[in-house]
């Protein structure tokens, strides 16, 4: 689905775009091939959904959003995806992925980032979910990360 | 962070324009000059308001493997258990939570038959199970952001 110039173009650019006024230029001149190739390539990649979006990624916990929480959910299967997208319709959801059980000790199938200013407006935001299942909410919990161990972040090629 | 900014913020999330002077289309939709535009971009990177400004890439559909993935580590093994975890490059981040399972990780391999390779590496390194808890279905991703 990507060729070699494809993928020489998503490495030129998955840390950011040059801030300069004719930034495709500058991505066209690094890769060696013309602007409109590079504006093409993008524009098909982002129709095939390789690039789900181009624009500024804020960074919440700097913006003063300390809180979240990785909010877990037991749902009926059935369900799974009616609610899944519900819930990734609020907009203080981040994540929503139907992932699998490890019975017994991990009922849940239904994960969803929650953000808030602080813990306690994650909680709330949370009974916020919880009303939304009703009946079907099974049990859940919301875990909070206490320690970043490690963030490199997602890079093409970081494996080699 | 003043009014400007917070536009930026709220209306540059996605939707960037392709064409060979975006950031003059951008600026133009926000009421502001392209200068003043990547000035303001420059500023909220260096600050680390924004994390990035360009493409977001979806990982899988670039042919890779992605997972996340759980362990339950005893307290006193813990950071032990986390260096030898994150000594492998297809960590890609690593978060302590507060549940049993005390240890989460995101995998992101070259291609997708890796991810099982690298899970039964770091069992036998670790001694410890891992969970693998590999998406099923992606309901939504992003965050609308509102300031």
Known sequence: ????????????????????????????????????????R?????????????????NHYVLGFRGNGMSVWDVPDKKIAHYGRLIGELDFVSHAYHRPRHLPHWPYNLFAMVHGRDREE?????EQIARL??????????????RILKKTGLRLGASR | MDDIDRRIINRLQGGFPICEHPYREAARELGIGEEELIERLE???????LSRFGPMYHAEKLGGGLSLCAMAIPEE???????????????????????????????????????????EEIERVTGYRVYNMPKLEEFYVGLRFEL
């Open chain 1, 1 to 40: 689905m990507i060729d070699t110039l494809d993928r020489a173009i998503i490495e030129a650019t998955q840390a950011g775009l040059p801030l300069v006024a004719e930034p495709y230029e500058a991505v066209a001149e690094s890769v060696g091939c013309s602007a409109g190739e590079v504006m093409s």
């Open chain 1, 42 to 58: 993008m524009q098909r990649m982002l129709e095939q959904g390789i690039i789900r979006r181009i624009g500024a990624v804020p």
């Open chain 1, 122 to 126: 994650v909680m709330e935001k949370v």
């Open chain 1, 133 to 146: 299942l009703g009946k079907d909410n099974r049990g859940h919990q919301v875990l909070f990360s206490t």
């Open chain 2, 43 to 49: 500023k909220m990177l260096e600050d680390r308001r």
């Open chain 2, 77 to 119: 093994k813990f950071d032990t258990v986390a260096e030898q975890v994150n000594t492998f490059p297809e960590v890609a981040h690593n978060y302590a939570r507060d549940h049993q399972l005390n240890m989460w990780f995101v995998l992101a391999t070259e291609t997708p038959e890796r991810i099982g390779e690298v899970l």
